[in-house]
């Protein structure tokens, strides 16, 4: 039995759609997102199994017997989204309650390792003798790390 191309055509929806609001910033965007996949998870799940009768030992021939796994893995699939969903309201309604809104912030140590990779040269370009070279805002963090004194920034 192959699947119906609506469903799979739905499925890629849900998926592309879920996958781009994951990379949002906003957190109700985030939530929204991990929505999108869970439902899409599912209706990928419940294309898999094939239709027939209560999977019910007596009830039903063993020939015209529906799969039973792949129901239990969307009940599976479903509390985890539950789950998830619980999670994320609860850091957006904390981040907002704090912030006055659900975006989450650039780490100031991320935005520091990208000015590094910003100033230098890239791969394969470094003269032998500075490989072994700590750029000075990297040598401060060690020293003030250590507890030696050293210049500020």
Same mark, same amino acid.
């Given at each position: 039995?192959?699947?119906?191309?609506?469903?799979?055509?739905?499925?890629?929806?849900?998926?592309?759609?879920?996958?781009?609001?994951?990379?949002?910033?906003?957190?109700?965007?985030?939530?929204?997102?991990?929505?999108?996949?869970?439902?899409?998870?599912?209706?990928?799940?419940?294309?898999?199994?094939?239709?027939?009768?209560?999977?019910?030992?007596?009830?039903?021939?063993?020939? =015209?017997?529906?799969?039973?796994?792949?129901?239990?893995?969307?009940?599976?699939?479903?509390?985890?989204?539950?789950?998830?969903?619980?999670?994320?309201?609860?850091?957006?309604?904390?981040?907002?309650?704090?912030?006055?809104?659900? =975006?989450?912030?650039?780490?100031?140590?991320?935005?520091?390792?990208?000015?590094?990779?910003?100033?230098?040269?890239?791969?394969?370009?470094?003269?032998?003798?500075?490989?072994?070279?700590?750029?000075?805002?990297?040598?401060?963090?060690?020293?003030?790390?250590?507890?030696?004194?050293?210049?500020?920034?």
């Amino acid at each position: 039995m192959s699947p119906n191309l609506i469903y799979v055509v739905v499925v890629g929806v849900l998926f592309a759609a879920g996958v781009t609001l994951l990379l949002e910033r906003s957190l109700t965007r985030v939530l929204m997102g991990v929505i999108l996949l869970g439902n899409g998870a599912n209706l990928l799940l419940l294309t898999g199994g094939r239709a027939g009768g209560p999977p019910i030992v007596g009830t039903t021939a063993e020939e =015209e017997m529906a799969d039973p796994l792949p129901q239990a893995m969307v009940l599976t699939a479903i509390v985890i989204t539950l789950g998830m969903t619980a999670f994320l309201l609860a850091l957006a309604y904390r981040s907002w309650h704090l912030n006055g809104h659900d =975006e989450v912030q650039d780490d100031v140590e991320d935005r520091r390792i990208m000015e590094l990779a910003d100033r230098a040269e890239g791969p394969g370009t470094a003269d032998p003798e500075t490989t072994d070279r700590v750029p000075p805002a990297v040598a401060d963090d060690r020293r003030v790390a250590a507890g030696e004194p050293g210049r500020t920034r």
